[in-house]
């Protein structure tokens, strides 16, 4: 038995955000659940996930814990005050039953149905992504926006299924995105950049395919989308770190991200994760150390803005050397 409090959750953070161009507070909400059902099969899990850290890592949770886990934060006086958008994660997907069983979903959609926030995340790999959950859960969020993350990382089956061994392909995220336009949902298409196994060169043409593709299935499919990269970083005990200790890995660099979204911004809406997840500063996409600063804040600017203006008259001796600028 584990010696975790099931009846608490993982991890709760509130950041500042913006939502339909309005500053908000968004609160991320981690359940500490039993984990990905892909991650735990034998021939299943992704190289580049770090989630089982935050999960039981195969314990079961009884749902009455998992409902006691967001109550716990959900019941403090004015918790959901300036909250317009609550991210709900489960370090797996959060449509799987075994994962968060329908009741379990049932009350924590239902709790967020009757508050004021406006926009609910969660994610879910495409097998969970089905017409009768959805609905349910549209049903109990009210007029509130329901967005589905999925990570489908890249547009590029190999990069998908041999460097990042995902599990799904592009016909899994094509259905998956069809069920979510057709249930008034949203699409939240996770797409890494430079995973190991890519060169600098070929991580900056993945990703802008890879958005590209993420638009035509979302207009094709009828869905509200967007498109999330997330710049590798070195995290402690994920696979990268062993190719990134023996000198076969490096971060994209902070220019290769700045000319991927400059030529991705026509495709749709995106974001660029900055985490930093507390981790040195070799660990993470950079450029050097005059201008890293510099590319982070644009990054952050053009979240918020979602205008190229933001990645203007950005220059330093460092960008081409190794970069792609
Ligand atoms: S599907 Fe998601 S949670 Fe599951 S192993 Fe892959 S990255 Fe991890
Ligand atoms: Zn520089």
Redesign the pocket.
């Known amino acids: 038995m584990s010696e975790l409090d099931l009846r608490l959750p993982a991890w709760v953070e509130r950041v500042p955000a913006w939502l339909d161009g309005q500053p908000t507070t968004r609160l991320i909400f981690i359940f500490r659940a039993i ?2 059902a ?2 735990r099969r034998l021939d ?3 190289t ?2 770090g ?2 850290e935050m999960s039981t890592k195969g314990e079961r949770v009884p749902p009455e814990d998992l409902v006691a886990q967001l109550d716990s934060v959900l019941d403090a006086p004015g918790a959901l005050d300036g909250v317009g958008e609550v991210d709900l994660y489960n ?3 959060f449509f799987a039953d075994q994962e968060i069983p329908p009741e379990v979903r049932a009350h924590v959609l239902g709790r967020l149905g009757r508050s004021t926030v406006r926009r609910v995340l969660v ?1 879910a ?1 495409p097998e969970h992504v089905k017409a009768h959950d959805l609905a349910a859960a549209r049903a109990a969020l009210g007029d509130r926006e329901l967005e589905v993350g999925i ?1 489908l990382e890249s547009a590029d089956d190999h990069v998908r299924e041999v460097l990042i061994h ?2 799904f392909g592009r016909a899994d995220f094509e259905r998956a995105a069809r069920v979510l336009g057709e249930a008034g949902a949203r699409l939240l298409a996770y797409l890494i950049i430079k995973p190991p196994g890519l060169s600098e060169a070929e991580a900056v043409e993945d990703a802008v395919a890879s958005a590209r593709y993420v638009f035509e299935v979302a207009a094709r499919t009828r869905v509200r989308a967007r498109a999330a990269y997330q710049p590798t970083f070195v995290a402690r005990g994920a696979l990268v770190e062993r190719e990134f200790q023996a000198g076969r890995y490096q971060p994209p660099s902070l220019w290769s991200v700045v000319a991927i979204v400059r030529r991705a911004h026509a495709s749709g809406e995106l974001t660029v994760g900055l985490s930093d997840e507390g981790l040195e500063p070799h660990r993470l996409p950079s450029g050097c150390a005059a201008c890293t600063p510099r590319l982070r804040a644009a990054l952050a600017e053009y979240n918020r803005t979602r205008e190229l203006g933001a990645l203007e008259g950005l220059a330093c001796a460092c960008a081409g050397a190794g970069a792609c600028e």
Request: charged share 15%; hydrophobic share 20%; glycine share 32%.
């Open positions: 984990g990905c892909y991650a299943g899990g992704c580049m996930c989630f089982a370090s797996g997907s994610e790999r990570g995902k599990g």
